[in-house]
């Protein structure tokens, strides 16, 4: 620095102070009007936004895959992408451990690399392009960390390439141009820094744009967690439809299994009963799910054993049976199972029978069960699988779905027993009975747009 910039510097100071802003009290009372700020945004959000609350943790839940919190998700990202790398990508702690290890180091070092004594970012050209491009490969690196790496199966992939180039070779290149100017050409490589810059920069951007385009559409899972009581009360008796009806029933009161193979015959406990509710705690009910009663013909559920069940869906199975079933609980309200139908309404596919269908129907009739190939997953299916499908006849009272369901057996030509009632261990509600009646009468719609066309019904009066 010279001798005119230094007094220059020391003029503006002196005239500064001249001006006089004290530390006590005047620069802290502004702290502390930010700090206050801040600390009334906080509760205000706390309040109207609130927290999220994750799902308990669970120590025994051996199927858990760990994720990052959001702000480690670029060094995530940038694992998994470094881990493409032929060769090196196998030693895992050169991602791990030195290269954070080394940006660490260099943004420590940096303001002693660059000794320059000015403020104005003019004259601060290699600090200010380092971080811009940290933070921008931050950003774009936490964007696509939820998409994966590679498709799975071979042939081009897009999304992988395009994440490749705009997370690891852009930010890599530009980082080591960065410094080489820095330290050979110095003081002239100014613009070439800035440049280099702008242009990584808009790449990531222009990279995480296409990876984003040409991601892959994930079918969106069911993965939102019921946080309300009866959210997982619902949740559990969804769960419960599908795996347990086949042996206990949609209310748990079977007490002799019926159309599953293996087991015709087998007596069991009603597990709505007193004799169960009261006999067996929460966490005892959970092992009993988990570990199944393999002896007796229930295999394990639990993921830790071979099943299909997390541990948090067995607490809503547990949950469910509890509100539903146990006496000293009350069931809070939780939604029907369908909307209620006025006098002459069509239901629909979409709003009536697939609920109805899952859970009265589907945990026998779905892949893998006896069932003579009557899968119920899907209107299609519902409609013409079957081995004696078709199974329903637009307007034939005789389909064989309705008569089994108001328990008459279908016969073969010798009198036997084709098809027994269904479900087979106890008989449907007549109101459930009246929707399928309805819904095969009048066609079978599956929307309810198509439904609303065939009702007689008169429409809601809209209240003034
Ligand atoms: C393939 C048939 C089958 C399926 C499916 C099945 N169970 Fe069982 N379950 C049984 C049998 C058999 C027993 C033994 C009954 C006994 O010992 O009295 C049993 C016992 C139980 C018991 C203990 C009853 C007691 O007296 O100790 C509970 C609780 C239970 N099941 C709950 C469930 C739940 C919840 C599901 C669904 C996740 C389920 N079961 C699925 C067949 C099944
Ligand atoms: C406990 C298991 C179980 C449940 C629950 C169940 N089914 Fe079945 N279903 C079977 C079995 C097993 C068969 C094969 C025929 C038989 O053994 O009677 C079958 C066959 C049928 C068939 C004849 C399929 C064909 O093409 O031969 C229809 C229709 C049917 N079920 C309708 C239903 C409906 C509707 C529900 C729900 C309300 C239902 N079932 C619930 C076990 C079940």
């Known amino acids: 620095m010279n001798e005119e910039t230094k007094k220059t510097i020391s003029e503006k100071y002196e005239r500064e102070l001249q001006k006089g802003e004290r530390f006590w009290p005047d620069s802290i009372f502004k702290d502390v009007v930010v700090s206050l700020g801040l600390f009334v945004l906080l509760l205000l959000l706390a309040t109207f936004v609130g927290v999220h609350t994750p799902p308990k943790a669970d120590p025994s839940d051996t199927s858990y895959i760990p994720r990052p919190e959001w702000y480690f998700l670029f060094l995530f990202k940038f694992l998994a992408l470094y881990g493409q790398i032929p060769v090196l990508g196998k030693i895992e702690f050169i991602a791990t451990v030195i290269i954070p290890g080394a940006a660490i180091l260099v943004l420590t070092l940096l303001p002693f690399i660059e000794k320059s004594p000015y403020r104005h970012y003019g004259k601060r050209v290699l600090p200010i392009s380092v971080m811009a491009l940290f933070i921008v490969s931050m950003v774009t690196l936490t964007m696509i960390a939820d998409i994966p790496t590679t498709s799975g199966t071979d042939g081009v992939y897009v999304a992988g390439i395009a994440q490749t180039i705009g997370g690891l070779v852009v930010p890599g290149l530009a980082f080591l ?72 029933g949609d209310d748990g009161s079977v007490s002799v299994i019926e159309g599953v193979e293996g087991l015709e015959g087998e007596e069991l406990t009603p597990i709505n009963s007193r004799d169960v509710l009261y006999t067996i705690t929460d966490s005892a009910m959970q092992e009993v799910i988990a570990y199944g009663r393999p002896t007796a013909g229930m295999n394990p559920f639990g993921k830790a054993y071979g099943g299909e069940l997390t541990r948090s869906e067995i607490d809503y199975i547990v949950t469910f049976m509890r509100y539903a079933w146990d006496d000293r609980f009350e069931m809070p309200p939780v939604k029907p199972l369908y909307p209620a139908l006025a006098e002459g309404e069509v239901p629909s596919y979409d709003v009536h029978i697939a609920p109805i269908v899952k859970r009265y129907c589907i945990s026998c009739h779905r892949a893998g069960k006896e069932n003579n190939n009557y899968l119920m997953g899907t209107y299609d299916e519902i409609l013409h699988s079957g081995d004696n499908g078709p199974n329903v006849a637009a307007g034939d009272p005789e389909s064989i779905l309705l008569l089994t369901i108001q328990g008459t057996p279908i016969l073969d030509d010798n009198g036997d027993e084709l098809i027994g009632t269904m479900p087979p261990n106890k008989q449907l509600k007549a109101d459930i009975i009246d929707v399928f009646l309805r819904w095969v009468m009048a066609g079978m719609p599956q929307t309810a747009e198509e439904a609303a066309a065939l009702s007689t019904a008169p429409l809601p009066t809209p209240t003034p």
């Not at 800035?194 to 991601?215: D, E, Q």
């Not at 009360?233 to 009806?245: M, R």
Request: proline fraction near 4%.
């Open 177 to 248: 141009g960065l410094f080489i100017m820095a330290f050979t050409l110095k003081q002239k490589a100014k613009k070439g820094m800035i440049w280099t810059t702008v242009i990584a920069s808009v790449l990531m951007v222009v990279f995480t744009g296409l990876t984003l385009v040409y991601a892959p559409t994930v079918e969106a899972e069911a993965a939102e967690v019921p946080v309300t009581l009866p959210d997982q009360i619902t949740a559990g008796q969804d769960l419960y439809s599908v795996h347990c009806v086949e042996c206990h």
